[in-house]
């Protein structure tokens, strides 16, 4: 893997033409996992609308063939073959291949028989994109390198940099690829020597450092370079090689963060033959993210295949054969865990109605009660009786169906809590988008505050104005317009009940410990006739 970067590095810095983008700012130090993630989420975006890319590049590409198919001039049809190879080197081989045998084509014509060097030099270019590498070799072989001016030898040393790196890395056995890997570095060498002083040649010393082993010096050469050099497709590069002097580093997150970056890069300019997006998903293949990593592999496989680039698909197939089978694993276990959910929601949900008839039944009968007892007062002894009992029955009621709707509610909370983790680690989003709301929980607390109020004040219908009775009329609470009961008020109400334990009360409520004890000592400090009678009195109202 590691003998790509000089091949993309090499041929990139002396044939692409400008690239249009927006990349990150500059970080000075290594890289935060936020930093990280956030170009990541623009990496996903950017793989979501790589097909707006192609259209936008397409449209490029037929501008060139519709100003070629004008054109008058065999000198500027020449040059606009040559955009046309360029513009689908890296984007479509085949037809890349094409305008370099339609520059072939013009030769004759424009009398200029030095620019044959320079097919042959176009063609290997491509040939080595394709995996073509005897045909690569031949073409170099047919050029006069003793002929040509300064740049031309600079872009053959290039390619022919760039056919031994491929070999290498096509070549499984360490012999041939160490051997390989050294006469790439020979030519690579012949192209620095020949770069003038600035930024390609900074980038080519960099890479140089980082195969010596010294990350630090290449990383503050491309650090430099970024800080003075503002041209686009150079700081992709230097994004690029910075990545591989963080990985000898050992500095996964920064390593990461700069293929994000590149691979960004990569799909706005709709390159298709690449190396950063790859790695990067072999990289989150290897932390565990393996939805990230399926889709990043998937998108270099595609894009590989769609350009015909050889190497680049064959290199994918090796990751995609490992991340595919976890990815499957992984989709079998959310399927499984999905239909487990659906089995407890509706386990859940029929456990709710049953509750909600259970609730209503009893609610009924209490009414049944209370019409009964206002029918027994003719004899007051009795009617005394009942009521006591019935004041029990009452209480022991309240106290049932308090604790149900209370632990059915921390019940559905502590669910909709594992779904929420379990939907954020597998990152079905919209799946547990509603699952994620908070909004039933909350309604049915405020359904339970206002049932427990109506049931309550059916019992103890004068319990505020007799609990308020107890204040001092500057300390009185009352409830806003629209409630029935306030905070403060439920509190004491629960006393009534014979609630008094300050852990219960806040369980019941939902309330903090401190809210709860912090309520009962500022009323019993309040009290007409002491703190230390002051819940008695309640509890006697």
């Avoid at 320079?118 to 003793?146: C, D, F, Q, S, W």
């Avoid at 090689?241 to 706005?268: F, G, K, P």
């Avoid at 276990?333 to 456990?351: D, F, N, P, S």
Wanted: aromatic share 12%; net charge positive; glycine share 2%.
């Amino acid at each position: 893997m590691e003998t790509k970067r000089v091949s993309l590095l090499l041929v990139f810095i002396l044939n692409v033409s400008a690239w249009s983008g927006i990349l990150a700012s500059q970080q000075e130090h290594s890289i935060s996992r936020s930093t990280l993630e956030q170009s990541l989420q623009k990496l996903d975006s950017a793989i979501l609308h790589k097909n707006e890319f192609h259209n936008l590049h397409q449209a490029r590409l037929d501008s060139f063939k519709l100003e070629l198919k004008q054109a008058d001039d065999f000198w500027k049809a020449y040059h606009l073959c040559g955009s046309l190879f360029y513009e689908y080197l890296h984007f479509q081989a085949d037809s890349s291949l094409h305008y370099v045998e339609r520059k072939a084509q013009l030769l004759p014509l424009l009398k200029a028989p030095h620019l044959q060097d320079e097919i042959h030099i176009n063609r290997a270019e491509v040939y080595n994109i394709k995996g073509m590498y005897t045909e690569a070799l031949a073409e170099l072989r047919a050029t006069h390198p003793e002929e040509m001016t300064e740049g031309m030898r600079r872009y053959y040393y290039s390619v022919y940099a760039n056919y031994y790196n491929y070999l290498s890395s096509y070549h499984q056995t360490d012999v041939l690829s160490r051997k390989y890997k050294w006469q790439s570095d020979l030519y690579r060498d012949s192209v620095f020597m020949l770069l003038p002083p600035g930024t390609d040649r900074e980038i080519v010393f960099a890479d140089k450092l980082i195969l010596s082993h010294k990350p630090e010096e290449a990383i503050q050469k491309l650090k430099k370079q970024l800080r003075i050099n503002e041209d686009t497709k150079r700081r992709v590069y230097l994004f690029y090689v910075l990545s591989d002097a963080y990985a000898m580093r050992n500095d996964t997150i920064s390593q990461m963060y700069y293929l994000a970056e590149t691979a960004v890069q990569d799909l706005y300019m709709s390159v298709r033959e690449y190396a950063a997006l790859q790695k990067l998903g072999w990289l989150l293949y290897r932390q565990g993210n393996l939805e990230r990593a399926y889709n990043y592999l998937k998108c270099s496989m595609d894009d590989a295949f769609n350009c015909n680039s050889r190497l680049r698909f064959a290199e994918i197939k090796d990751y995609s054969i490992v991340v595919d089978k976890a990815y499957l694993d992984m989709q079998n276990q959310k399927y499984a865990t999905m239909r487990r959910t659906v089995i407890v929601t509706t386990l859940l949900v029929v456990l709710m109605l049953a509750s909600i008839i259970m609730l209503i039944y009893w609610m009924k009968k209490l009414q049944r009660m209370k019409r009964l007892l206002a029918d027994s007062n003719e004899q007051l002894k009795t009617a005394n009786h009942d009521l006591a009992m019935t004041g029990k029955i009452k209480e022991a009621y309240i106290g049932r169906y308090l604790s149900h709707c209370v632990a059915y509610i921390e019940k559905l909370d502590q669910y909709r809590r594992s779904l929420v983790k379990l939907a954020m680690a597998s990152k079905i989003e919209e799946l547990f988008k509603t699952l994620r709301s908070e909004k039933f929980i909350k309604d049915e607390r405020e359904n339970f505050y206002k049932e427990f109020d109506r049931s309550f004040l059916d019992l103890f219908p004068n319990f505020v104005n007799d609990f308020n009775q107890l204040l001092p009329e500057d300390q009185r609470t009352w409830p806003k317009p629209g409630e029935l009961l306030n905070t403060e008020l439920r509190v004491f109400a629960l006393i009534r009940l014979g609630v008094t334990e300050t852990a219960s009360i806040a369980y019941f409520l939902g309330y903090s410990l401190s809210t709860v004890y912090n309520y009962r000592s500022r009323f019993r400090l309040k009290a007409l006739h002491g703190k230390d009678i002051f819940e008695q009195e309640v509890m006697a109202l």
